[in-house]
């Protein structure tokens, strides 16, 4: 197992409830630099609310949530952060249920990620002064130069709505990209893709983790995906965590076996 | 393609319209001589007319699904009017056009021409206003007419207790129409869709209801009168003369505004209210502050229809809450829908069409809600996006094709 870098996201004790439902229980979990960890269990499990809690988008009903940013030399604690700032930190994720923004171009939607990251305010944009005409003009090429990256620049003026269904997976990362982010959180980002597209997405994280030095917390079903590109595994079921480790610990553990008797003979 | 099928079905749609009009259409009770009146004739031609009706809606509803499948098909789906207005060739010769039809307007018509067209133009600056919250922001404000109504209050409150000029004042109103704006946006802030548009609707009747009871305030229902008209370097100028003024500087804050909202729409704010009316929980996860981008939206559209109060308030003299019901703000709202939420052009068209159309068909006067209903309903169903739907800004690359969204 390769040496990595300090942790920069710890979970701890975290737990989520909707009135009688323990959707999250107590979770641990720790992301280290540079490391692609995958977050997996039955369908119903958490792992999606699991993103919610620490994206800012539910407050959990208790536990800790902190980062430290590799740029940073301090911990920020998450709880109570509303979304935005959540990201503004360097958090960014995608949607399991494809949520672009539709009516928007594929570069404005790869924009308004870098939304945190642009100061212009009512002013700038009424008088277009020089520091705003540059600061969009650098905007717009920024955008560009991620959407090449990610494999859409061809695509740069289409709508959202009009793109082929693992283009609009794969515009959901460049989105969540151009947020500046140092960890991404990925939520089944090979969902309805066919085999083809599903190993084109294997080297793309794995050129987001080379290239741009960002970590990757992913949930996935697709197991050949996850033990291929995985450094370390979380498996929760009913809201628990029941195995923890390597991909090839998981693949013999006992619990994690009971758990996907029957429901995934890939695994 | 007209099937035996769609014979009937049209049959039995105009024989449950004749059933459901029997007792309005074709009874009357004559009270004078006590006798009741059959009037058969009206049960055909109401027959008939559904029979027709129908059938031509079934028609276009055919022809509208087998556009949505060319569409899929990666048809161009952008109409032949909108492809012609992005053409230079077309489009400047266009502008210049309406440049001069504008300037010439109100000395070629009369006073009283020129009187319409300055309550049109209002209903554009204060519709571009309402567009920034609705069709951009996404945020369904059915209260709009309260900033319209506290901008004209503004500029005859503080003429008649302190003097102030209308061009002290326009800016003013400005400032006053976004401090409510953002009043508003506060309480709000975390509804959506039809709760919004069910609170923003009882704040503007609030308003309303305030200016309407606070006799000391505002002088109730009886108004405001003589308040002036805009004045021109303290030179007197004749009624006439004051209208043109008027309308030249109508002419001024359209221009102003559109200049204003299109660079708006085209920068990083605008981009956060369209993020928010796409999708509000993705548009915070991608670092943008919904708070702040919802009030902006409020507070930005509320100025131009307080600026449009003051100039409505200088225009016609008198202001009294009867202007300013809940039916306003409708209005407004459908120059809005009706043109293309979210394309400045399509707006303004909607509102020229809507404050103009029922001023030059007067004889349809009882019909025109009826008129407007139908419109609407009609828009809704074949062109949701308006008469002219919005076009998002593309970016050229070097080396790259050119693809238009
Ligand atoms: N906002 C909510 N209110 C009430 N219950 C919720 C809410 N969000 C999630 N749940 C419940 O929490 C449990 C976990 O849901 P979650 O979406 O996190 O599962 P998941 O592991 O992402 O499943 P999948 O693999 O199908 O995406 C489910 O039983 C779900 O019904
Ligand atoms: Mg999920």
Redesign the interface.
Known sequence: MPDFGKQILAVNGLSMVFGGLRALDRIDLDVRQGEVVALIGPNGAGKTTFFNCI?G?YAPTEGDMLISPPRKDKNIRLNGL???LV??QGL??T?QNI???????V??NV???R??R?S???A???F?NRA?RH??QQV?EES?VILQKIGL???????AKNLPYGAQRRLEIA??MA?DPFILLLDEPAAGMNTRETEELDDLIEKIREMEGISILLIEHDMKLVMSISDRIFVVDYGKKIAEGTPEEIKSDPAVIKAYLGEESDA | MFSIEEVKKSFLVSIWFMFLTFPIMVIRVNTIYKIVEWRWERMFYIGIGTFVISFIWRYLMRRKEMGVKKKEVGEDALPLAQRLLQNRRVSYPAIALVAVLALIYPFVFSLYQANIMITALIYVVIALGLNIVVGLAGLLDLGYVAFYAVGAYAYALLNYHFGLSFWVVLPIGAAIGALFGIILGFPVLRLRGDYLAIVTLGFGEIIRLILENWNEFSFGPSGIANIPRPSFFGIDLSLAETTRFVYFIMIGLTIFTIFVVNRLENSRIGRAWIALREDEVACQAMGIDKTKTKLTAFALGATWAGMGGVVFAAQTTFINPASFTIWESVIILCCVVLGGMGSIIGVILGALVIKLLPEYLREFSQYRMLLFGAILVIMMVFRPGGIITSVRRTYQFKGKSNRHA
């Open positions: 994206t988008l509303k979304p935005n990201t503004e960014a994720r949607f949520r672009l923004f539709q009516n928007m171009t570069l404005e924009m308004i990620g939304h945190c642009m212009a305010g009512i700038g944009a009424i277009r705003t600061e969009e717009v560009y620049a061809q695509y740069v003026n289409d709508f989105r969540a947020t």
